[in-house]
C-alpha cells in the first residue's frame, strides 16, 4: 500500500522554486493520472474556461475576452487539479459507509476523506446511529420539511452558502430562504472579502473591482498587497508578465517572499523553461503583518510633500476637484502625519518605502489588487479606504489601466452574493424580489458566518444548511464551530465529495449529493446550463459534458426544488418544479429583480457572456455624496507584550480553501507535510529551535487561550515576530470574536500567539 505522503518525513529546502512552467505541468499529469481516467481528465480540461464549456471550479480569476482566449489551455495548474479532484474515478458508495462508521471517519485526515472519491446518493445518519446510510431523494426532502416546519421561528434555519454555487441556483437558495421566512444567509464571503465590498461600497459606491481583465497589461504600476497569485489565482501570472512587457512595473507587499513573484515561467512557452525565469516584482516590500495600512499612509504622505512642492503633478487635482469629496481632511491628516512613526509601523525602512512612492510619483495608469492579507484583518476596512485614497490622490480609477482589484478566491463568490445571498440584503432588492414572487420577505437582517455559529451555540440555530462548502474547517475557532454544528437538531451538506462537515453533524444529518461544474445537467426538458460571475463582473455561461458520476446526482437546482415543493407544498405560488426544468425561467426573474441582467437569457448565449454594470469603472460613484469618498483612517499601534508573536494563517500550493489535494507546498520548499510553523531564523534562534522541533502554539484573545500542538519550527523569510500556518488547521487559533468590528470578517491573519517549544518525543 503506497505510504501516504504525510507519513514521509518533512523535508524543507530554503530554495523557492520557479513559479508555472515545466513542474506545473508536470504536476498536471501527475494529478489527471492519479485521480481520474487519463481520456476523460484530458477530454474536460480541453473544456475548462471555455466559452462553451464550464467554469473552473477553483478561484475567481476572470476569462479573458473570448477572441483573446487560448483554445488549448485557459487553464492553471490548480484548475486542473480541481478538475482531475472532480472527476476522479473514486466513489464513496452504501458499502464505503457500511465499512466506514463516522468514529473510524473522523480519525481519518482531510485529503484522505475527500480522496476517497464522489458521493454517490443521498444519505441519513439519525440519532444514535453510527454510519450513514441512503435514503431517497424524496425521503430527504420530506426530513428536511419536517424538521424545518416544526421550528419556533424561521431564523432557527440557518443557509449557507460556498462560493462554488451558480447564479441560477444561489438566486433560487435566497429565495427559498426568504419564502421560508428568515435573511439567515451566511457565505464564504464573510469570511473572505466581505470588509473589501463594505470599504468599496463606502468610498467609490460598489464592492466589486473597477478594473477589468485587459486593464492590467495597459497598467503603468500594479501594486498587490496580501496575495500570493502564483497559488491562488495562478493565471494572474501570465497578465503580471503581459503588464511587464508593455513596461509596467509591479511592487509586492507581502510578509512572505512568494515564488509567482520572484521566478516565474509561462507553462506555455518552452522557451521560456530554460534560461533565467521572468521575475515579476520590480519592488518587493515585506511588510511586517498589518503592517499595509501604515505602509499606504506613508506614500501618500512622501507624496503628499511632493504634491505640495509641485501643485497638481503629483495629484490628479482636476479629478480630485470633480470627482471626490474628502481631500481637505486627508491631506491635513497627511500634514500630521508623522513619517517615522508610519514606516516603524510599517516594518520596513524609509528607504523602500520611499522607493515605492518614486516608482508612483509621476503615474497615471495604477492598479491595485489585494486579498485575504487584507481583509483578514481587524482594521481591513481602514486599510482598504486608504488604497483607494492612493488611488483617488492620483485620479487612478475609472480610466484604462487603473483602479481597484480585490481578487475574489473562489469561483462566483461574487455571483452569489450579486444574486441575494447575504444576510443583509438592501430593501429594493427585498422589495423587487417581493414583487416578482408576490410575497413579503422578512425584514430583519439575517445572521452572517460569525453570528450563525453563535445562534447555533446558543442553541437558537436549530437546522444548519451548507450550500457546499466544508463549513466546519472553513469557519474560525474550530471547536466552537464543531461544537455548534454538534448541537443542531439536523444538519445538512450539498456535497460533491466526502468532507470534515458531513462527520461534525447534528443529531440528525443529511448529505446530499450534486452534481459537479463538469458534469452533463440533463432535465425533464433537455440540458441546462449555469451561469457564474467572475472578479471582473463578467457574467458566463458554465455547461458541463461529461456523464454524472452517479445516477442518482441532482444538480444545485433541482436540489432547492426539490426541498421547496417538500416544505411549501403543491400551495406555493412559487413555479419551483418549472424552474427546475428550465432555467432560462429562473433567469426571466433574475432579469425582473436584479439590475443588469437585461436579456439576460440572450446575452448569456453569447461568447465570453456579459459585463455587469460598474460605475466605478465609470466614475459613477454611487455613495452617499454621488462621488468618490477620500477619507481619514486611524492607525492603531499594536503593542505587543513581551514574547508573543502575530500568527496569519495562509494557504499552501496544494489546496484550495479547504480541498487538500496534497502536502507538498513545492513554492515555499515544504514538504510532505502541513504540520509546520513558519518562522524567523533568528526568532528561532532566540526560542533555541531546530527545524522540526515540536512547537506548542498558544493564541490569546480577550482573555481566552486557544492551542495548536505538535507542529514543526521551520525556518522561513518572514519578518521577525511574524510566524505563519496554513488554513484550516490554523484556524482552531482564531477566536470567534476576533473579527473586524466593521464587517465581522475573521481577522485569521492577525493572531497574537506564543510558541513553546515540546520535549522531544
Ligand atoms: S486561475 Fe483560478 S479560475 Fe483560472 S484556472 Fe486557475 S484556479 Fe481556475
Known sequence: ?????????????????????????????????????????????????????????????PDPDPKEMSSIAEYCENGAKAVAWETTKNRVDTTFFKDHSIESLLAQNDHWLEKQGRLTEPLILRPGEKNYHPISWEESFAEIAEHLNRLAEPDEAIFYTSGRTSNEAAFLYQLFARQFGTNNLPDCSNMCHEASGKA?????????????????????????????????APRMLSELQKLKQNGGKIIAVNPLPEAGFMQFRHPQKPWEWIGKPTELQDLYLPVSINGDLALLKAIQKILWEEEKQYPGEVFDLEFIREFTVGYEAITKELEGCSLSQLTTASGLSETVIRQAAEMLRGKKRIIIAWAMGITQQRNAESTIREIVNLLLLKGAIGKKGAGTLPVRGHSNVQGDRTMGVWEKMPESFMNKLGQAFSFTPPKNHGVGTVDAIQSM????????????????????????????????????????KL?????????????LPCLGRTEQDISSLGAQFVSTEDTAGRVRMSAGDLTPSSSYLKSEVAIICGMAGAVFGPESPTAWESFASDYD??????????????????????????????GSRERKFNTSSGKAHLTVNPLTIQQLPHGRFILMTVRSHDQFNTTIYGYDDRYRGIRNSREVVMINAGDMADLDLETGDKIKITSFFQGEERILEGFSAVPYDI???????????????????????????????????????????
Open 200 to 232: 468599496l461600497n463606502e468610498t467609490v459606491g460598489i464592492g466589486k473591482a473597477s478594473v477589468v481583465l485587459e486593464d492590467i497589461r495597459e497598467a503603468e504600476v500594479l501594486m498587490i498587497f496580501g496575495q500570493n497569485p502564483g497559488t491562488n
Open 1 to 61: 500500500m503506497k505510504k501516504d505522503k504525510s507519513e514521509q518525513p518533512l523535508k524543507t529546502n530554503p530554495r523557492v522554486s520557479d513559479a508555472a512552467g515545466p513542474r506545473s505541468i508536470q504536476s498536471v499529469a501527475y494529478h489527471i493520472w492519479e485521480e481520474t481516467y487519463v481520456g476523460r481528465g484530458v477530454k474536460t480540461l480541453f473544456k475548462l474556461n471555455q466559452g462553451k464549456g464550464f467554469d473552473c471550479p477553483s478561484c475567481a480569476w
Open 457 to 496: 451555540l446558543d442553541g437558537k440555530g436549530k437546522v444548519f444548511f451548507g450550500m457546499g462548502g466544508n463549513f466546519a474547517l472553513a469557519a474560525p475557532d474550530t471547536e466552537k464551530v464543531f461544537e455548534a454544528l454538534q448541537k443542531c437538531e439536523l444538519t445538512v451538506n450539498v456535497s460533491t
Open 719 to 761: 519578518p521577525k515576530g511574524c510566524v505563519s500556518v496554513y488554513f484550516p488547521e490554523g484556524n482552531v487559533l482564531v477566536a470567534i470574536d476576533n473579527h473586524s468590528p466593521e464587517s465581522q470578517c475573521p481577522a485569521s491573519k492577525y493572531i497574537e500567539v506564543t510558541l513553546g517549544k515540546m520535549p522531544a518525543s
Open 585 to 614: 425561467l429562473i433567469r426571466e426573474k433574475i432579469e425582473a429583480v436584479i439590475p443588469g441582467f437585461d436579456s439576460y437569457n440572450e446575452r448569456i448565449r453569447k461568447p465570453g457572456g456579459f459585463f455587469l454594470p460598474n
Open 499 to 511: 468532507n470534515r462537515s458531513h462527520l461534525i453533524h447534528g443529531k440528525t444529518a443529511l448529505i
